[in-house]
């Protein structure tokens, strides 16, 4: 059964991912109205997937209808859109973040609602999970380490070819963005405070997500620090629910080669280690190497896109009910994470501290 889908951001994430990925899932999915506020994405995109149905205001293309479910792609929080689009009635597939604040989490009308953090996704991913849970799961696990190396969004889609915008005031996206931090941090948060709080929704997040995988959300954030200029370097550390530790060291490297991200799960007899490639980069495999008794080691790896997987996920969710990996409870639990690290690094640092993060 075919799903009808409207597009709502027409940026880099979706010229570079999502229509190279509709466009060979054409049995499953039919792009039939795209939306940005940026004419010329609109126009951009439309014309690659062959949709004339092109709007610069959801409202209106809500209103107009014509299709079964939204996936929503642009940037910022996606509280308020998402609000729009379930009150209308439609299935959505949200990309990271969900929201910046619990408050829009909880502005949530009843509805499907599925919560896109590809990792979750990836073919290695899922082998790690089974792995792990024929070792016993997370109770035998001592600790979670990962290493994130990103560099410019620019060097990671160069290859791209994306169209550019210049025809949409960002100014207002900046003050509305700063408007709804301020009720996540305080309106005198300060503006590293902010840089830490974002990274982790934007970025980090994806490793939250994978801890709530492997072991459920982190009952505390014990350390957090940062250095080497905004966002430069970000280290967070703390107890995982079960046993064991977690460590993050996350660093914005603007001319690092390519973009590396390494998680190792470290358990009683051994390890799981992922590395995963540019996210950007379609069908590039991430690398499972799995360490056990006397020096063995073994790699597992599959080119199957964890984008696309996702997105067969979504099909399923939308057209049989079968429940997503992560829902608005899952997004829920990483902003509370990420509140718990602007309330520890404002301690920390004796930084003010307000909003909801203020209450943790």
């Known amino acids: 059964m075919s799903t009808r889908l409207a597009l709502v951001g027409c940026g880099a994430v979706t010229q570079a991912v999502y229509v190279p990925l509709l466009s060979r899932r054409r049995e499953l999915f039919e792009v ?56 209308a009635g439609y299935a959505v597939l949200c990309e990271k973040p969900l929201a910046l604040t619990e408050a829009e989490v ?53 290859f791209a070819n994306l169209a550019q915008a210049r025809d949409v005031d960002v100014e207002p996206l900046r003050a509305a963005e700063n408007a709804i931090l301020d009720r996540a941090l305080g309106e005198r948060a300060s503006a590293e405070l902010r840089s830490v709080y974002s990274v982790a929704l934007g970025s980090i997040c994806h490793d939250l997500s994978l801890l709530r995988r492997f072991t459920g959300s982190p009952v505390a954030v014990d350390h957090v620090e940062n250095w080497g200029g905004s966002p430069g370097s970000i280290e967070i550390s703390g107890p995982l629910p079960v046993v064991g530790r977690y460590s993050i060291r996350w660093h914005y490297l603007e001319d690092y080669p390519a973009y590396r991200e390494t998680v190792a799960v470290h358990h009683d007899k051994g390890t799981l280690e992922l590395a995963f490639p540019a996210p950007y980069l379609m069908n590039a495999p991430t690398v499972l190497t799995v360490v056990s008794g006397a020096e063995s080691r073994n790699e597992y790896r599959d080119v199957t896109e964890a984008f696309e997987t996702q997105l067969l996920a979504f099909h399923a969710f939308v057209t049989s009910g079968k429940p997503p990996l992560t829902d608005a409870a899952g997004a829920l639990e990483d902003i509370v994470t990420a509140q718990r690290i602007a309330a520890r690094y404002a301690v920390q640092h004796d930084l003010v501290l307000g909003g909801e993060a203020g209450e943790r």
């Open 106 to 158: 909880a502005a949530l009308p009843e509805g499907r609602l599925m919560v896109g953090y590809m990792k979750q996704y990836d073919p290695a991913v899922r082998r790690a999970e089974e792995i792990l849970a024929e070792l016993g799961g997370a109770g035998v696990i001592r600790s979670v380490e990962v290493t994130v190396l990103h560099p410019s969004g620019e060097s990671q889609l160069a």
């Open 32 to 87: 039939t109205a795209v939306c940005d506020l940026s004419r010329t994405h609109a126009d951009a995109v439309g014309e690659r997937l062959g949709v004339t149905r092109r709007y610069t205001s959801l409202a209106d293309m809500l209103e107009a209808g014509g299709f079964d479910a939204v996936v929503m792609l642009a940037s910022g929080s996606h509280g308020e859109p998402v609000r729009q689009a379930l009150a």
